[in-house]
């Protein structure tokens, strides 16, 4: 098993920024792809971002040139640093991790999750 634990969250206001962090422990079977979801509250998880062992991020359209994913793989430790938040990234923030270094379909783990709120 994998335990995913986040840190970070808080309440800021808009423009400002956040740092999401998250811890992965357990049976790791090495470096593989991370990332973060959302939820909204009456909406939908959606995919934030994630990143492969080998450094490579993708971001989705709603957070591209705002918000940088990385990890230290030594530490087993992903980030999201979140900047010029919005009220719209009001969310809860989730952790996750996929059981291959391509992010290829949906991840295996999870956090249990850590609330963003930006205020207006």
């Known amino acids: 098993q994998v335990q995913l634990v986040e840190s970070g969250g808080g309440l800021v206001q808009a423009g400002g920024s956040l740092r999401l962090s998250c811890v992965a422990s357990g049976n790791l079977f090495g470096v593989l792809a991370m990332g973060w979801y959302r939820q909204a509250p009456g909406e939908e998880r959606v995919w934030v971002a994630r990143i492969t062992s080998a450094g490579v991020t993708l971001y989705s359209d709603s957070v591209k040139g705002r918000f940088t994913i990385s990890m230290d793989n030594a530490k087993n430790t992903q980030y999201l640093q979140m900047n010029s938040l919005k009220p719209e990234d009001t969310a809860m923030y989730y952790c996750?991790?996929?059981?291959?270094?391509?992010?290829?379909?949906?991840?295996?783990?999870w956090g249990q999750g850590t609330q963003v709120t930006v205020s207006s």
């Open positions: 996750a991790r996929w059981s291959n270094d391509y992010g290829i379909g949906n991840p295996v783990y």
